[in-house]
């Protein structure tokens, strides 16, 4: 599977903003999405996840409340709706796909697909 994400961007601090992940190619038996991000000096660290065929999600505790996952089977597209941001939410934005049965989903080794990251720049 290939994953294109694209929608970041420069934002004030209260601002929101929605990524986009697309995946193409070998979708049907996909098990769930996830955005993982990375902030400059920093490992990377899960965000979201969504489990593909049903609507389980997963958070960091820094997001909830803030961020929102949801998917368009149809479109075999994930989000990643984000509000009242924060500088630091300020890093580089990737999506994963996995196609494996796990009992995490939010560590960076259940995911064996990534897309090629978009930046997401919060001011204060």
């Known amino acids: 599977v290939q994953l294109q994400a694209c929608g970041g961007g420069l934002v004030q601090a209260g601002g929101s903003l929605r990524l986009s992940c697309a995946a193409s190619?070998?979708?049907?038996?996909?098990?769930?999405m996830a955005w993982f991000r990375q902030a400059p000096g920093k490992e990377r660290e899960f965000v979201a996840a969504?489990?593909?065929?049903?609507?389980?999600?997963y958070y960091a505790d820094s997001v909830k409340g803030r961020f929102t996952i949801s998917k368009d089977n149809a479109k075999n597209t994930v989000y990643l709706q984000m509000n009242s941001l924060k500088p630091e939410d300020t890093a580089v934005y990737y999506c994963?796909?996995?196609?494996?049965?796990?009992?995490?989903?939010?560590?960076?080794?259940?995911?064996?697909?990534w897309g090629q990251g978009t930046q997401v720049t919060v001011s204060s």
């Open positions: 994963a796909a996995t196609y494996t049965v796990s009992n995490y989903y939010t560590r960076i080794e259940d995911y064996g697909y």
């Open positions: 190619g070998g979708t049907f038996s996909m098990n769930a």
């Open positions: 969504v489990m593909w065929s049903r609507s389980s999600t």
